[in-house]
């Protein structure tokens, strides 16, 4: 039967901020948030691992996480739980509307809305810095969002959908303060020390494909 230790489940439930109920099931654990919705980890087999959303009983969302070590495992379980079940930031809701209203090309206003919103150890404008969601534009006007490993690797997160260039600039930074905050904290509860690297992964594994 597949088991999570009790050592892990106590930091989890201290990481997440409030109490969950956990149920075991023959080849995976349940984690309960109301009678319409539980999370899922199942083991598929060695090292292969799905993580299931149930929404009214049904499969609404899953991932897998393919050749993971049980360490990695736990650790990106831990994020997506703290990620499902504890608060996040704000609404942004309001503040979209002042990032629509932005002038072409207004770089001064950005910033100004940018470090009200976000704060400035999460963005750079116009001047790359590792661990930042750094925005350019070039002198012909193309507009480029990404991410600066440690390494020099950039992470593009410039592609725009229904939302303006300059709310995808905030949604990024918000998101990358928001999950350094996250991996901090786990940092803390599961007394862990990660590497830069094993960080950049957890923020953009997606995007990531090789790891050295």
């Avoid at 209203?101 to 400035?120: A, C, Q, R």
């Avoid at 229904?162 to 991996?183: G, M, N, Q, V, W």
Wanted: proline residues 1%.
């Amino acid at each position: 039967m597949f088991k999570l230790d009790e050592q892990y489940l106590k930091n989890l439930k201290a990481f997440i901020g409030k109490e969950i109920r956990i149920y075991s099931l023959e080849n995976g654990i349940e984690f309960y948030h109301d009678i319409e919705l539980q999370y899922r980890l199942i083991e598929l087999s060695l090292n292969h691992y799905e993580l299931q959303i149930i929404e009214r009983g049904k499969i609404a969302w899953k991932t897998s996480y393919d050749n993971k070590s049980e360490t990695e495992m736990k650790r990106e379980l831990a994020l997506i739980l703290r990620g499902y079940f504890g608060a996040g930031m704000p609404d942004f809701g309001l503040a979209r509307e002042k990032f629509k209203s932005i002038e072409n090309k207004n770089l001064t206003k950005l910033d100004e809305l940018m470090s009200m919103y976000v704060g400035n150890d999460f963005y750079s404008i116009n001047n790359p810095q590792e661990w930042k969601i750094n925005f350019d534009l070039s002198q012909t006007g193309e507009y480029d969002i990404y991410f600066l490993c440690k390494n020099g690797t950039k992470i593009e997160r410039g592609k725009v959908g229904p939302i303006s260039i300059f709310s995808k600039f905030c949604l990024e930074a918000r998101y990358l303060k928001e999950s350094l905050e996250r991996i901090n904290q786990y940092q803390k509860f599961f007394s862990e020390h990660l590497q830069d690297d094993e960080i950049e992964y957890l923020l953009y594994r997606k995007d990531i494909k090789n790891r050295n």
